[in-house]
T-cell receptor, first 112, second 113 residues
Framework: SQQGEEDPQALSIQEGENATMNCSYK?????LQWYRQNSGRGLVHLIL?????REKHSGRLRVTLDTSKKSSSLLITASRAADTASYFC????????????FGKGTKLSVIP | DAGVIQSPRHEVTEMGQEVTLRCKPI?????LFWYRQTMMRGLELLIY????????DSGMPEDRFSAKMPNASFSTLKIQPSEPRDSAVYFC???????????FGDGTRLSIL
């Protein structure tokens, strides 16, 4: 991809396990965001990490950012069936940071 | 807060017909984005408005696509004439200039036969 990659493309885990999704990008960024999309719905913002931050937490979510490797990861701890969704990273770059470039997403299935 | 409202939720039409997608942004949000989502290409930005003015339309695929924002409460994305390859889910998202994330509508699933 010219813009970046997410892996894995699909992930299936048991309820209670942790889920880790990775994102790589190719430009310099101002911030990186993670979104969630339930089937048939729009994207919902989960968390934003700025380029000068290395780690951020929000509830059961933990995001890391390594700008030297141009990569980020999203960890969902103690997964629940309701976490089943597609997860997308998106990075903002350039003046004004208005434009987000989205990765292709990871489809997470949490089996009860 | 009603969120971003898109209509219709589903549209099925024949090739060559005009298609109009509608978006009502969250009140007070100055920025509005139209995206297209397909399995092959993922989520692509088509056009970005700020304070009702188109700022970046470099993602609009061709002249068959046009977008307007006549006021702060309404935007349309029009395809004329439509083609089967335009089949996708089209999302509208809005954002406040004061910061914060983009808020997405639930999209319009468009099928061109």
């Amino acid at each position: 991809s010219q813009q970046g990659e997410e892996d894995p493309q699909a992930l299936s885990i048991q309820e209670g396990e942790n889920a880790t999704m990775n994102c790589s990008y190719k430009t310099s960024i101002n911030n990186l965001q993670w979104y969630r999309q339930n089937s048939g719905r729009g994207l919902v913002h989960l968390i934003l990490i700025r380029s000068n931050e290395r780690e951020k937490h929000s509830g059961r979510l933990r995001v890391t950012l390594d700008t030297s490797k141009k990569s980020s990861s999203l960890l969902i701890t103690a997964s629940r069936a309701a976490d089943t969704a597609s997860y997308f990273c998106a990075w903002a770059s350039g003046a004004g940071s208005y434009q987000l470039t989205f990765g292709k997403g990871t489809k997470l299935s949490v089996i009860p | 807060d009603a969120g971003v409202i898109q209509s219709p939720r589903h549209e099925v039409t024949e090739m060559g017909q005009e298609v109009t997608l509608r978006c009502k942004p969250i009140s007070g949000h100055n920025s509005l984005f139209w995206y297209r989502q397909t399995m092959m290409r993922g989520l692509e930005l088509l056009i970005y408005f700020n304070n009702n003015v188109p700022i970046d339309d470099s993602g609009m695929p061709e002249d068959r696509f046009s977008a307007k924002m006549p006021n702060a409460s309404f935007s349309t994305l029009k395809i004329q004439p439509s083609e089967p390859r335009d089949s996708a889910v089209y999302f509208c998202a809005t954002k406040a200039d004061t910061g914060g994330p983009q808020h997405f509508g639930d999209g319009t699933r468009l099928s061109i036969l």
